[in-house]
C-alpha cells in the first residue's frame, strides 16, 4: 500500500472512532433522561417508576424504562413479564440491544439490565464502542427513558442517577424516608454539583400530609444546601395498589379510576408540562457515554 493509500486508510480509521464517539444529533426535541431514585428503601419506587410509565404511555409517550436497581430489580416481576436476555447479553456480543427489549403494559419498552450494569465502568473500548453504536440504533425509539435506580447512597445509585438529565426522589412521610431522601440530595449536591431535584410523595393519607413532608424538606434544604426542590405531586396511600401489585399489574393499568391511579396520571402530566429547557445532558447518547466512560474518572456500579 503507498503512502498517500495509508493515509486514506489511517483517516477512514479515525473518523469511525469519532462517530463511535460523538454524541448523536437527532432532529427533533432530545430524549428525556430521568432518573428515580429514594433515600431508602420500602418507599415503593419501582412501583412509581412502573406506574409512571405506562401514565406517560398514555399522554402520548413513547417511553424506555431501564431497570438499573442492582440489587431489587424487579419491574419485570411487578408487571408479570419474562425478559428472554439482559443487557450482559448485549455487553457479551450474544444479543443487540433492540433484541432484548421486552414490551409491556400500554407500549412501554423496558430494558432488562440486572445482570449487566456491573460490567459497564469496565468495558474495553472496543466494547464501549460497540455498545455506543447500538445506542445510536435505539436512541429515537423513545421520548422519555425512565431510570428505575437502586435506593440509598451507595455508588451504583449515584451512578446512574448523575447521568440522567432530570431527578425524582420519591418519599414517604416516614421520618427515615424524609432523613434518607435529605441525605441523599445532600450527597448529589455536594459530591456531584446536582442542583435541581423533583418530589414525589408516596403513600400519604391527605394532600396535606404531602405538602408538610415537601415543605419540611424545602425547609432544610433551603438552610443549609444550595439546591432547588420541586414539588412533582403525591400518591395516596391507596389499597388498590396493593392489589395491583398480587396480581402482578400496574394499578394505573388494572384499576384506572382509582385515587392512586388518578395522582399516577396527574403526576404524569406534571412532568409533561414541566420539560426542562435542553441540554447537553439530555439525551440517550450522553447518558450512556457517561455511565461506559464512568470508570475514567474512577466511578463504579458496584456498591
Do not use: C
Not at 479515525?14 to 428515580?36: E, F, H, K, T, Y
Not at 450494569?117 to 423513545?142: F, I, K, P
Not at 385515587?259 to 403526576?267: D, G
Request: net charge neutral.
Amino acid at each position: 500500500m503507498d503512502q498517500a493509500a495509508t493515509l486514506r486508510a489511517m483517516a477512514r480509521q479515525d473518523q469511525i472512532s469519532r462517530d463511535l464517539s460523538a454524541p448523536v444529533r437527532r432532529i427533533g426535541p432530545p430524549v428525556r433522561v430521568i432518573a428515580v431514585t429514594s433515600g431508602k428503601g420500602g418507599v415503593g419506587k419501582t412501583n412509581v417508576v412502573a406506574n409512571l410509565a405506562i401514565a406517560l404511555s398514555r399522554l402520548g409517550q413513547r417511553v424506555l424504562l431501564f431497570d438499573a436497581d442492582l440489587s431489587l430489580g424487579n419491574i419485570d416481576v411487578l408487571l408479570g413479564l419474562t425478559p428472554g436476555r439482559t443487557l450482559g447479553d448485549v455487553l457479551a456480543g450474544q444479543a443487540r440491544l433492540r433484541e432484548i427489549l421486552v414490551h409491556g403494559p400500554e407500549g412501554i419498552q423496558i430494558l432488562p439490565a440486572t445482570s449487566g450494569v456491573q460490567e459497564l465502568s469496565a468495558l474495553t473500548e472496543e466494547q464501549r464502542a460497540g455498545l455506543l453504536t447500538e445506542v445510536d440504533q435505539l436512541d429515537g425509539a423513545a421520548d422519555v427513558l425512565l431510570v428505575d435506580t437502586g435506593a440509598g447512597v451507595s455508588s451504583n445509585v449515584l451512578y446512574f442517577t448523575v447521568a440522567a438529565q432530570e431527578i425524582i426522589v420519591v418519599v414517604s412521610p416516614e421520618p427515615t424516608s424524609m432523613t434518607d431522601a435529605y441525605a441523599l440530595m445532600k450527597i448529589l449536591s455536594t459530591r456531584h454539583a446536582e442542583r435541581s431535584f423533583k418530589l414525589l410523595v408516596n403513600s400519604v393519607r391527605t394532600p396535606a400530609e404531602a405538602m408538610e413532608v415537601y415543605r419540611n424538606l424545602v425547609k432544610v434544604a433551603d438552610r443549609f444546601l444550595d439546591i432547588s426542590i420541586g414539588y412533582l405531586g403525591h400518591i395516596p396511600a391507596d389499597d388498590h395498589v396493593t392489589m395491583a401489585v398480587r396480581r402482578q399489574r400496574a394499578v394505573v393499568d388494572l384499576y384506572p379510576r382509582s385515587p392512586a391511579a388518578r395522582n399516577f396520571a396527574e403526576v404524569a402530566r406534571t412532568l409533561l408540562d414541566d420539560a426542562p429547557v435542553v441540554s447537553p445532558k439530555g439525551n440517550i447518547q450522553f447518558f450512556w457515554q457517561r455511565l461506559v466512560r464512568g470508570n475514567e474518572s474512577g466511578e463504579s456500579v458496584n456498591g
